[in-house]
């Protein structure tokens, strides 16, 4: 590897499950060639040698959910050039955020037998309702590809390529069948942005809306669509409440319904 | 004056999620040692309440990137255990083979890119590329075909889609899975090499008397099916499981502690399954252990990583098997209808068994769960293996104390993302 100057990256984690940053080391075929253009100057889950900031891009996995990540979370701003989030925990703040729906000290009361050793916001919200966000990478988990553009928009300067349209779209492209149309199954695919690839109705069930909504979602005629197919409002009100629980559109929607 | 030391660790590296270490040196006499869990809590026992039965596995992989199959099949068998739903052989062989697939994937990473390193004295993964890029790259494939699987029964690799309660949303082709064949070939040859490489490394020595507990299969090395035995003596099903393990809450974990209540401190995992399950390993791992000068019973906790190695042959060569011997499954879930009850699940994890237990109401709603990952189980042993490492090196500096604590955390591949749920290491001597 030459000695030449390389910009330095930097991977943050919050409250999350570690599989957006996983994401980084499963590009088996590209992980060591992506170490020849950039630095790796802080990244805990890969390795030991912790190098100080400024940092020229920092990629933040995970949703603010303690007083100390409010602190951290400046910190890692300060020090960064460009800050991407990445995942549904760091855009919306994740399946953790359902928490915003419910009363934390009964949360912490189900779990753990002394409340009192635990220290924790009663939400769960995203890196952006905090720090200013340079790029937000949508996805639980995100798709490699997705982020490896980010990526590399980001070191040349430009824009990232990544479309904000629906799954529907990338269904009708790929010419896979409608399952909503064909089976009748529930399917969050016309209000949720694409980029997972296609994945459950390659499987022959329908989007779960693991990246969140998409672009001018209209929410509430898919809802009448999913209630015409037989969904209960309390099946409706599920459906949206998940690992985007908190993205607005997502959150207002299931408000209406269950 | 009394010597005194404090040593603290206060990110934990090439680890799944954040931990600290605190040791307090008093007269060369550690006095306190803490291995503390500070990964913030996420309230996924709470939130699963009022939420379907069938939306649950899905939910709970999300408590784990690594390890998503472990929670996504513990979660859909306690749910067809309420059910009375049987899955059919095809449906099982699939299961086994995913789960085959995650066991790749993590222990790959885990041998080359996260505990490798420390026995050659490197930072990481990336240093070991300077040194032997063809190595990394190898441990990369061998990663990747782990993934692939994966990918071709899931969708993907980090919280697959594929699967449900009752099996599989669809039955991959046997096209599809044949052309996993080829690399899976390669992948046993490369695993028996992996054996012989790390088998080769120097491992302080240390031997623990662990009371080790895993799944346990007749026919099989058990990985989603079985009863669980210990080396105490015990054998019991899976539903009896918090009969004998209780959770424990301490100050300075936000993870709870799983201990047994027999007093017996628990060790699961690759050591574990490795010296209960020996028997069960087939020829070309037992050779490849034999080779690399491991016997059937194994005690020394830094060794793990030879048995993780061991274990990758297991699964490469049963993921194998399965490829060759598929046939589409007739349907590829069991479905059956919705009635109140409690059930059980519990698989091995890479990082070792992960217990599931639900109650949900006749609408299919969850009225309670309970889920008991394995690094919430090792914290006890992992604390006594660490006073065993930190008094061996007294003599040291604290920068080369803090790097072998981590080494012996690392050698549990601790998912803290599981158990709570970093390390801050903390050395105080005063």
């Known amino acids: 590897m030459s000695e030449r100057k390389r910009p330095k990256l930097a991977v943050w984690k919050f409250s999350s499950c570690d599989g957006c940053q996983l994401t980084l080391l499963d590009c088996e075929d590209e992980l060591l060639a992506l170490t020849e253009e950039v630095r790796i100057s802080y990244f805990l889950e890969a390795t030991r040698k912790v190098e100080k900031g400024p940092y020229d891009v920092s990629l933040v996995e995970g949703s603010i959910t303690t007083p100390h990540d409010i602190k951290a979370i400046r910190e890692v701003r300060k020090q960064s050039k460009l800050l991407i989030t990445i995942g549904a925990c760091a855009t919306a703040g994740g399946i953790q955020a359902l928490r915003n729906f419910k009363n934390v000290k009964d949360f912490i009361r189900t779990v753990y037998a002394h409340p009192e050793y635990i220290d924790t916001l009663t939400t769960s919200t995203a890196i952006s309702d905090h720090v200013p966000v340079d790029f937000e990478l949508r996805g639980c988990p995100v798709n490699k590809y ?9 070191l040349n300067g430009r824009k990232p390529n990544i479309p904000r349209h ?9 010419g896979t069948v409608c399952r909503m149309v064909a089976a009748g199954t529930a399917c969050l695919g016309p209000v949720t942005q694409a980029g997972c690839g296609t994945l459950c109705p390659g499987k022959d069930r329908g989007c779960y809306g693991c990246f969140g909504p998409m672009e001018t979602p209209n929410t509430a005629a898919l ?5 015409a197919l037989g969904q209960t409002g309390r099946d ?13 559109a997502f959150r207002k929607e299931s408000d209406s319904h269950g | 004056m009394a010597d005194i ?8 590296a090439r680890v799944e999620g954040e931990g600290s270490l605190h040791v307090k040196i008093r007269d060369g006499v550690i006095k306190e040692l803490h291995f503390g869990i500070f990964e913030p809590p996420r309230f996924f026992e709470a939130f699963l309440r009022g939420r379907d039965f069938r939306e649950v596995p899905d939910i709970t992989a999300r408590i784990c990137g690594i390890c998503p199959i472990a929670y996504l099949m513990g979660a859909s068998q306690a749910m067809e255990d309420i059910l009375g739903i049987q899955v059919t052989k095809p449906i099982r062989d699939l299961r086994r083979l995913v789960y085959c697939g995650e066991w790749i994937e993590s222990h790959a990473l885990h041998v080359y890119m996260l505990h490798a390193p420390d026995f050659l004295g490197l930072a990481d993964a990336l240093e070991l590329a300077k040194v032997d890029r063809t190595l990394v790259e190898k441990a990369l494939r061998l990663k990747k075909i782990g993934n692939e699987i994966l990918e071709t029964i899931g969708g993907r690799a980090i919280h697959p889609v594929g699967l449900r309660v009752g099996g599989f949303y669809k039955a991959p082709s046997k096209r599809h899975l044949r052309a996993l064949e080829e690399n899976l070939k390669w992948a046993v040859e490369t695993s028996v090499a992996t054996v012989k490489l790390v088998g080769g490394f120097d491992f302080p020595d240390i031997q623990q008397d662990y009371n080790f507990m895993a799944l346990h299969h007749a026919d099989e ?4 099916e079985g009863r669980l035995i210990t080396s105490s003596g015990l054998d019991f099903p899976v ?7 209780e959770e424990e809450h301490v100050p300075w974990s936000n993870a709870l502690h799983g201990k047994p209540k027999d007093g017996l401190a628990h060790h699961v995992g690759p050591l574990a399954r ?3 399950n020996y028997a069960q390993l087939g020829n070309t791992a037992k050779e490849a252990a034999k080779d690399a000068g491991l016997s059937p019973v194994v005690r020394n906790p830094f060794q793990s990583i030879v048995v993780r190695a061991v274990e990758l042959v297991q699964v490469c060569e049963d993921a194998l098997k399965i490829v060759q011997n598929y046939t589409e499954p007739d349907a590829p879930y069991v479905d059956a209808p919705v009635k109140a009850g409690e059930g059980h699940g519990c698989t091995e994890a890479p990082r070792g068994i992960c217990y599931h237990r639900y109650r949900i109401h006749a609408d299919g709603s969850v009225q309670d769960a309970r889920i008991v990952p394995p690094t919430a189980q090792n914290q006890k042993v992992m604390e006594l293996d660490l006073r065993k490492v930190v008094q061996a090196n007294l003599d040291k500096s604290d920068d080369e104390i803090k790097w072998r604590a981590e080494q012996a955390i690392r050698n549990y591949d601790p998912c803290i993302s599981c158990a709570t749920h970093f390390l801050k290491l903390e050395m105080d001597r005063g």
Do not use: P, W
């Open chain 1, 146 to 154: 997705q982020m490896l553009e980010v990526l590399n928009a980001a």
């Open chain 1, 166 to 174: 629906s799954q529907c779209i990338e269904c009708k492209e790929s």
């Open chain 1, 223 to 227: 809802a009448g669509q999913l209630l």
């Open chain 2, 5 to 12: 030391r404090t040593i603290k660790v206060e990110a934990l």
């Open chain 1, 236 to 248: 409706v009100h599920r459906l949206f409440r998940t690992y985007n629980a908190n993205a607005d």
């Open chain 2, 274 to 276: 490795y010296n209960l």
């Open chain 2, 221 to 224: 090395y058990a990985i989603h």
């Open chain 2, 239 to 245: 539903a009896q499981f918090l009969d004998h393990v």
